[in-house]
C-alpha cells in the first residue's frame, strides 16, 4: 500500500510523464523551447506573459465505491485496539488544460496530452519507480525522496487514468470556483490510490483445529451440529434490573436472560470505556428454583464495591467454563448488553426551612460515589439545583442551595427529589406496586 504522499506522488508521475512527451515530440519545437507542465492552481498560472503550457490541477479527491466497504472495522468496539490497516481508498480528479498567447498552441498542447494519456492509461511499478527515483539525475530534494518513499508502485492496483468527462454547466462550474479565465481543457480521473497506515495491528495466530483434538484421533471433531435455531453459543438476549427499574442500583439483582449460559465458575463481566474499567468480574450470586442455569444468571454490583462502579452506562457480559467435544472445557464468554447504573440517594433531610432571603440549602448523601468530570443535578420537584461545589476528588455528599426558592409549602408531604449524574435519574417511583408511586424521597420546604 502507499502512504500519505501517494496523492502528491500521482500528481508528479502525471507531471513528470506529460513534460517527457512534450520535451520528446517534434512537433512541440513549431511552439518554442521551455514549453512546461505545471501543477498549479488555475488562478496561480498566468504570470505576466502567457507561455505555452499544460497545467495539471487536482480539483476532486472522492471515496472509490469498490474499495470503500473492502475490510472489517479499523478497531475495536473501545476504539483503542487496532484489528486492521484498513486501507484508504480514493479517485483522483484533475483538470488537464493548456495556455498560450498565440493561435493554435494551447490545442496543439492539449492534443498532445491527451493522446499520450490514452496511448498510456496505466502506470507501471516500474515506470512509477523510474520517474519518481530517476536513475542518473542529480541528487533528490527532500520532496522527492518523500515522494520516492511513498510506496505507490508497491500498492495493489495500479493507477489508471480514465477521462472524466463534465458537462458544459459543470465544466463553467469548476472554472468559475477557480477564478480565472477559461482555457482549453478536459477532465481525468486517477483510480485507484490505496493509502494505509504502518501502525501495527493484532494478529491473530493461526487455526489449527475446529476444536478440541481427541487424543488418538487422527483429526478433530469438527463442527458440532444440533437441531436449533439458536447458534450453539453463549448469547444474552436481555438485562432485568430488579423491581421492574429500567436501570439497576448498588446491591440490587440483575437477571441476565439468554441461552446456552449453563456451565462452571460463571462469572458477569462490567466493562465502561469511559472510566476504562475493563473486564471486572463479578461472582454469580444466589439463584431461584425456578432458573434455568443454560439461559438464566443473576448478581450484584456488591455495595462493598460502591468505589470501583461509577454511575455509568457499562457493558455487561457473561464468561464461563463449558464443555466442548470429548469432555474437554474451554472458556468462553457471550456478547456484551449495555447495563446502566444509576445514583442512589442514601441520606435527604426530611425538611428545610428557607432563609431571610427565601433560599433554601440542603445536604444530599448517595451511592455510588462522585468520581470528578461527572455532571451532578439534583431535582426538587420540578426544578433543576446545581450544587454549592464539587470538591477535586470523589465524594459521596454534596450540598445544593436554590436561590429564592418558588417552591410552595408542603407541610409533612414534602417534594419529591432526585439526582441526576450524567444524565442518569436516581429511581424515583416504586414499580413494584400496582399503580405504581413514588417513593419516599420527599423534602418539606417551610
Same mark, same amino acid.
Given at each position: 500500500?502507499?502512504?500519505?504522499?501517494?496523492?502528491?506522488?500521482?500528481?508528479?508521475?502525471?507531471?513528470?510523464?506529460?513534460?517527457?512527451?512534450?520535451?520528446?515530440?517534434?512537433?512541440?519545437?513549431?511552439?518554442?523551447?521551455?514549453?512546461?507542465?505545471?501543477?498549479?492552481?488555475?488562478?496561480?498560472?498566468?504570470?505576466?506573459?502567457?507561455?505555452?503550457?499544460?497545467?495539471?490541477?487536482?480539483?476532486?479527491?472522492?471515496?472509490?465505491?469498490?474499495?470503500?466497504?473492502? $475490510?472489517?472495522?479499523?478497531?475495536?468496539?473501545?476504539? /483503542?485496539? /487496532?484489528?486492521?490497516?484498513?486501507?484508504? +481508498?480514493?479517485?483522483?480528479?484533475?483538470?488537464?488544460? +493548456?495556455?498560450? +498567447?498565440?493561435?493554435?498552441?494551447?490545442?496543439?498542447?492539449?492534443?498532445?496530452?491527451?493522446?499520450?494519456?490514452?496511448?498510456?492509461?496505466?502506470?507501471?511499478?516500474?515506470?512509477?519507480?523510474?520517474?519518481?527515483?530517476?536513475?542518473?539525475?542529480?541528487?533528490?530534494?527532500?520532496?522527492?525522496?518523500?515522494?520516492?518513499?511513498?510506496?505507490?508502485?508497491?500498492?495493489?492496483?495500479?493507477?489508471?487514468?480514465?477521462?472524466?468527462?463534465?458537462?458544459?454547466?459543470?465544466?463553467?462550474?469548476?472554472?468559475?470556483?477557480?477564478?480565472?479565465?477559461?482555457?482549453?481543457?478536459?477532465?481525468?480521473? !486517477?483510480?485507484?490510490?490505496?493509502?494505509?497506515?504502518?501502525?501495527? !495491528?493484532?494478529?491473530?495466530?493461526?487455526?489449527? #483445529?475446529?476444536?478440541?483434538?481427541?487424543?488418538?484421533?487422527?483429526? $478433530?471433531?469438527?463442527?458440532?451440529?444440533?437441531?436449533?435455531?439458536?447458534?450453539? *453459543?453463549?448469547?444474552?438476549?436481555?438485562?432485568?434490573?430488579?423491581?421492574?427499574?429500567?436501570?439497576?442500583?448498588?446491591?440490587?439483582?440483575?437477571?441476565?436472560?439468554?441461552?446456552?449460559?449453563?456451565?462452571?465458575?460463571? *462469572?458477569? *463481566?462490567?466493562?465502561? $470505556?469511559?472510566?476504562?474499567?475493563?473486564?471486572?468480574?463479578?461472582?454469580?450470586?444466589?439463584?431461584?428454583?425456578?432458573?434455568?442455569? =443454560?439461559?438464566?444468571?443473576?448478581?450484584?454490583? @456488591?455495595?462493598?464495591?460502591?468505589?470501583?462502579?461509577?454511575?455509568?452506562?457499562?457493558?455487561?457480559?457473561?464468561?464461563?467454563?463449558?464443555?466442548?467435544?470429548? =469432555?474437554?472445557?474451554?472458556?468462553?464468554?457471550?456478547?456484551?448488553?449495555?447495563?446502566?447504573?444509576?445514583?442512589?440517594?442514601?441520606?435527604?433531610?426530611?425538611?428545610?426551612?428557607?432563609?431571610?432571603?427565601?433560599?433554601?440549602?440542603?445536604?444530599?448523601?448517595?451511592?455510588?460515589?462522585?468520581?470528578?468530570?461527572?455532571?451532578?443535578?439534583?431535582?426538587?420537584?420540578?426544578?433543576?439545583?446545581?450544587?454549592?461545589?464539587? @470538591?477535586?476528588?470523589?465524594?459521596?455528599?454534596?450540598?445544593?442551595?436554590?436561590?429564592?426558592?418558588?417552591?410552595? @409549602?408542603?407541610?409533612?408531604?414534602?417534594?419529591? *427529589?432526585?439526582?441526576?449524574?450524567?444524565?442518569?435519574?436516581?429511581? #424515583?417511583? $416504586?414499580?413494584?406496586?400496582?399503580?405504581?408511586?413514588?417513593?419516599?424521597?420527599?423534602?418539606?420546604?417551610?
Amino acid at each position: 500500500m502507499s502512504n500519505a504522499m501517494a496523492i502528491a506522488a500521482v500528481t508528479s508521475v502525471m507531471q513528470k510523464q506529460l513534460s517527457e512527451v512534450l520535451s520528446a515530440d517534434a512537433t512541440i519545437r513549431i511552439l518554442g523551447n521551455g514549453v512546461k507542465v505545471s501543477v498549479l492552481p488555475p488562478d496561480r498560472v498566468v504570470r505576466g506573459t502567457e507561455v505555452p503550457q499544460l497545467n495539471l490541477f487536482l480539483h476532486q479527491v472522492t471515496t472509490n465505491a469498490g474499495w470503500c466497504n473492502q $475490510d472489517l472495522p479499523s478497531r475495536d468496539a473501545s476504539g /483503542r485496539q /487496532r484489528l486492521s490497516q484498513r486501507p484508504l +481508498a480514493i479517485d483522483l480528479h484533475y483538470l488537464l488544460s +493548456a495556455y498560450s +498567447a498565440a493561435d493554435l498552441q494551447g490545442e496543439i498542447l492539449l492534443g498532445l496530452a491527451m493522446q499520450e494519456l490514452h496511448e498510456r492509461p496505466e502506470f507501471s511499478r516500474t515506470r512509477i519507480r523510474t520517474l519518481l527515483d530517476p536513475p542518473s539525475s542529480p541528487p533528490a530534494t527532500a520532496l522527492g525522496k518523500a515522494l520516492a518513499a511513498s510506496g505507490l508502485e508497491h500498492q495493489i492496483e495500479r493507477i489508471r487514468i480514465t477521462p472524466d468527462m463534465l458537462s458544459s454547466e459543470e465544466l463553467t462550474k469548476l472554472w468559475s470556483a477557480t477564478l480565472s479565465n477559461f482555457r482549453p481543457s478536459t477532465t481525468y480521473r !486517477a483510480s485507484v490510490v490505496l493509502i494505509q497506515t504502518d501502525e501495527p !495491528a493484532r494478529a491473530p495466530l493461526p487455526v489449527l #483445529s475446529r476444536g478440541r483434538v481427541v487424543p488418538g484421533q487422527p483429526r $478433530d471433531p469438527g463442527v458440532d451440529v444440533q437441531a436449533t435455531m439458536e447458534p450453539a *453459543v453463549p448469547t444474552l438476549t436481555a438485562v432485568v434490573p430488579a423491581d421492574g427499574q429500567p436501570m439497576t442500583r448498588l446491591g440490587a439483582t440483575i437477571e441476565l436472560q439468554g441461552h446456552h449460559l449453563d456451565g462452571s465458575n460463571r *462469572v458477569a *463481566v462490567l466493562s465502561n $470505556d469511559r472510566f476504562q474499567i475493563d473486564a471486572v468480574r463479578l461472582a454469580e450470586g444466589p439463584a431461584e428454583s425456578t432458573d434455568d442455569p =443454560a439461559r438464566t444468571l443473576r448478581f450484584q454490583v @456488591p455495595v462493598a464495591r460502591a468505589a470501583d462502579f461509577p454511575v455509568g452506562i457499562y457493558r455487561v457480559g457473561v464468561r464461563m467454563e463449558r464443555t466442548v467435544g470429548a =469432555a474437554a472445557t474451554e472458556l468462553q464468554h457471550s456478547n456484551d448488553l449495555a447495563l446502566v447504573l444509576a445514583p442512589e440517594i442514601t441520606s435527604l433531610p426530611t425538611s428545610v426551612s428557607r432563609d431571610a432571603s427565601g433560599a433554601i440549602s440542603f445536604t444530599v448523601k448517595f451511592q455510588p460515589r462522585l468520581r470528578p468530570g461527572q455532571q451532578v443535578m439534583a431535582l426538587v420537584g420540578g426544578r433543576g439545583v446545581k450544587p454549592k461545589a464539587i @470538591p477535586s476528588d470523589s465524594t459521596d455528599k454534596l450540598e445544593f442551595l436554590m436561590k429564592e426558592a418558588e417552591l410552595t @409549602p408542603t407541610g409533612t408531604l414534602g417534594h419529591l *427529589v432526585r439526582l441526576r449524574i450524567d444524565g442518569i435519574e436516581s429511581p #424515583s417511583v $416504586d414499580r413494584t406496586k400496582q399503580p405504581p408511586e413514588f417513593l419516599n424521597k420527599r423534602m418539606a420546604v417551610k
